[in-house]
């Protein structure tokens, strides 16, 4: 299972890339199940918080059974989820750990360290580049040569590019198009090494943004995010389609979680990661928590 997050990917620039300009994500929409109208987390659009949420399952606010991480720093204290939280706090790299497999994580920013410290024990490995290019190689690499349950890796080069010149400006979308060349790369190990046959991807980003920042967590091109997921197990097509009672299209609207049908969210991450690995969800966890997310 390989995880991709883009950093402060709007699914907009997607479309505005084409198939010409981002033919590695494209694969992966036209040959697997996706939505460009997937949600971050209610409480906040920071890169941090929604990480940590992917990767827990937790909604943010700790008085709501959330994580706790709302800061979006590399401070060290607190130094872990857990002391953030005030509890225990499970994760995908956990229960991969428990059932006796690996995991790694590959990210461009140095505060996502933070789940390595939270999960120390869990997580095989833990790498920090600051180039998305080394970055992907870097993992592109690890990828064929252990045998990890579970990857992922997050990109951070349009995130930056979005705050030196705004999100949607050509620089932006120029930049979306090199890492999607980096997506490529790693679609590439995956669809061919036979190491890897079997593994699935999902793609998806922490928040997206527009113009200068992507703050405010009640802004549409802020909430809303892309959803991919590719692999041997998953189908083809829009994933709300595919949807029984628990999930439904939000439409314009970012949707509190007390809401019956709930968005699909880049927190399903986890739980879906784990459902397709065949393991059960995230202890504690609130999103896709019954494993009931369909991609197929
Ligand atoms: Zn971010």
Do not use: C
């Amino acid at each position: 299972m390989l995880a991709i997050s883009i950093d402060g990917l709007n699914p907009d620039a997607l479309k505005r890339l084409g198939r010409d300009g981002a033919p590695a994500i494209w694969r992966l929409i036209d040959h697997g199940v996706h939505t460009f109208d997937a949600r971050a987390s209610v409480e906040l659009t920071d890169t941090l918080p929604n990480h940590t949420s992917m990767v827990t399952g937790r909604a943010i606010e700790r008085d709501r059974n959330g994580h706790g991480v709302t800061w979006n720093d590399e401070r060290r204290d607190p130094a872990t989820v857990q002391e953030a939280a005030g509890e225990d706090v499970g994760s995908v790299f956990a229960e991969v750990g428990d059932a006796g497999r690996s995991s790694a994580l590959f990210t461009t920013k140095e505060k996502l360290r933070l789940f390595g410290r939270s999960w120390s024990a869990a997580l095989d490995k833990v790498a920090v580049q600051y180039r998305d290019e080394t970055l992907a190689d870097a993992a592109r690499k690890d990828l064929v040569r252990h045998h990890r349950a579970f990857t992922f890796v997050h990109l951070g080069g349009a995130d930056a590019a979005g705050h030196a010149n705004g999100f949607m400006s050509p620089e932006y979308i120029d930049t979306v198009g090199r890492l999607d060349g980096l997506v490529g790369r790693l679609e590439h190990a995956v669809r061919h090494r036979p190491q890897l046959e079997g593994t699935a991807i999902v793609l998806t980003a922490d928040h997206g943004g527009r113009g200068e920042s992507h703050r405010e967590p009640e802004k549409r091109a802020n909430y809303r995010v892309p959803f991919v997921v590719w692999g041997p197990q998953v189908g083809t097509g829009d994933l709300y389609d595919l949807q029984g009672r628990a999930y439904a299209d939000p439409g314009r609207e970012q949707v509190g979680y007390g809401a019956r049908r709930q968005p699909v969210r880049n927190g399903d991450v986890a739980n879906l990661s784990l459902d397709l690995l065949g393991l059960g969800a995230v202890p504690d966890s609130r999103f896709d928590d019954k494993q009931d997310l369909r991609v197929r």
